[in-house]
């Protein structure tokens, strides 16, 4: 299936969360596998977000106010608009603010490996080449992978999983960062409040 892609980085606004730098940037993906090609033609279809690239490992930090799962349009003015619609709505104080909110949550070992064993009845996790990575990457990645003591604070968590997503084609792979992006923000609530989860229980 061909893709139709672009990401800007807007070199202004660059951000620090536990020591890793993050630009601002904006994208989109038209997927041609979403058309009938053969039929008359109508309005095409992206998806688009502005969110966060961290630099480290040019992983994509999209938050769900930050992405638009599906815009159709008729002209590229038609984009132009909508995408403005949805760089209005984009809350960027509170994206960072959840995203730095992360560092301060953290699994011990035995929490990740009950959490891993969730995620491989997750239904959109099930990949065995994603868990791998995921894994692998936990005990040997020099940024994100775990501390001395076997724990892992949420931040880094957060990048493993987006790490993991980049094997994804570009239009699930925005998807899957979303989700990504509000998981570890509801593990980090669960945690805030002393409420079970479904993930660590």
Not at 63 to 77: A, L
Not at 144 to 170: Q, V
């Amino acid at each position: 299936y061909e893709r139709c892609a672009f990401l800007i980085d807007l070199p202004n606004i660059v951000e620090v969360i536990n020591g890793n730098e993050l630009s601002l940037s904006v994208g989109g993906v038209r997927a041609y596998n979403q058309e009938n090609l053969y039929s008359r033609k109508s309005l095409e279809k992206f998806k688009v977000f502005i969110g966060f690239k961290n630099k480290v490992c040019t992983n994509l930090c999209i938050s769900t106010d930050g992405f638009s799962n599906e815009i159709r349009i008729g002209s590229i003015d038609e984009l132009g608009k909508q995408m403005e619609n949805l760089f209005l709505s984009y809350n960027r104080e509170r994206h960072l603010e959840l995203m730095q909110r992360m560092s301060g949550y953290r699994f011990t070992e035995k929490q990740f490996a009950h959490f891993l064993g969730r995620l491989r009845m997750y239904h959109h996790m099930t990949k065995s080449e994603q868990l791998q990575v995921f894994v692998k990457n936990y005990y040997s990645c020099p940024n994100f992978g775990r501390n001395k003591d076997g724990s892992i604070d949420f931040w880094k968590l957060f990048n493993l999983l987006t790490e993991a997503n980049k094997s994804s084609y570009i239009d699930t792979n925005l998807e899957r960062n979303v989700n990504a992006y509000e998981l570890i923000n509801h593990l980090g609530n669960s945690m805030e409040n002393g409420i079970l989860n479904w993930y660590t229980q």
